[in-house]
């Protein structure tokens, strides 16, 4: 009975699991965003708050530091980060089904806050299409045209802000014209440099007489005709490989 009632002495004493973290990410530019880490307001008093975070199990941790303010029920703790600071680790360790994280406050009496969320439990501020951030259609030539056939010629520009290269397993894409498919075509293996725009130069097999149909004139002139380029990137992580939708509006010009 003694060892009973001791047991559950320390269990009452000991705090409980802290409730699952908020998550809120709003871009900050294309060089960082603000990362808003949240929980019940009783779980953690207004004030300067240090300490820092992994995710996935990983050994890299970045640190924390804010200032922590309670809105309503909550307590909210924005912070800053630098997309170059992201450990290569962190990516190797991507889950396209979520995360696991651990944040730990520094200090005499420290807390910690360790969980799992799915992709879905993160709220994005903005335009939830983050990536039309780092990626833009420069143009589109037609790089050879006769009267029976029709190539052409894409260039995207993607940004990679991190401190680290990563790898393109492959792109599909379709090109439209005035809202009607004029041609597609595919790439694989190229590298995205860190820390750089990257320019893509994308192979397009064009439709000649949808072009025509499409453009008409403006094609056989020489003139500009506005253009979209839908489909994907896939980048090819060691989780796995990650689906990146394109949608990028431009220009095809008549020829290089």
């Known amino acids: ?7 559950l002495a320390l269990r009452l004493a000991s705090p409980g699991a802290a409730a699952p973290l908020g ?35 990983s050994g890299a941790e970045m640190p924390v530091a804010g200032t922590v303010v309670h809105a309503g029920d909550r307590w909210q703790l924005p912070v800053s980060v630098k997309l170059a600071d992201v450990p290569a680790d962190w990516t190797d360790r991507f889950r396209p089904d ?22 879905k439990d993160v709220v994005v501020e903005g335009n939830r299409d983050v990536f039309s951030q780092y990626a833009a259609l420069d143009g589109v030539s037609l790089t050879d ?32 014209a005035e809202g009607r498919e004029v041609g597609n075509g595919q790439t694989q293996g190229m590298i995205l440099h860190p820390g750089q725009k990257n320019v893509l130069t994308l192979p397009i097999d064009v439709d ?6 499409a453009a008409g004139g403006a094609v056989l002139s020489g003139g ?5 380029l839908d489909g994907r990137l ?23």
């Open 1 to 7: 009975m003694t060892a009973l009632l001791f047991s």
């Open 23 to 57: 998550f809120a990410v709003a871009p900050e530019g294309t060089t960082s965003v603000r990362v808003t880490l949240s929980g019940p307001a009783a779980e953690l008093p207004a004030g300067p708050f240090r300490g820092a975070v992994s995710l996935n199990g």
């Open 98 to 119: 979520g995360f696991s994280y651990r944040l730990h406050e520094s200090g005499a009496a420290p807390r910690e806050w360790a969980g799992t969320r799915t992709w």
């Open 145 to 176: 045209v006769s009267l029976l056939s029709s190539e052409a010629q894409a260039r995207v520009s993607v940004l990679n802000p991190l401190a680290f290269p990563l790898k393109i397993a492959s792109t599909e894409y379709v090109l439209y």
């Open 208 to 213: 000649h007489g949808a072009l025509l149909a």
């Open 224 to 228: 500009e005709v506005a253009v979209k």
């Open 234 to 256: 896939v980048l090819r992580l060691k989780g796995g490989d990650v689906a990146v939708p394109l949608a990028l509006s431009g220009h095809l010009s008549g020829g290089s």
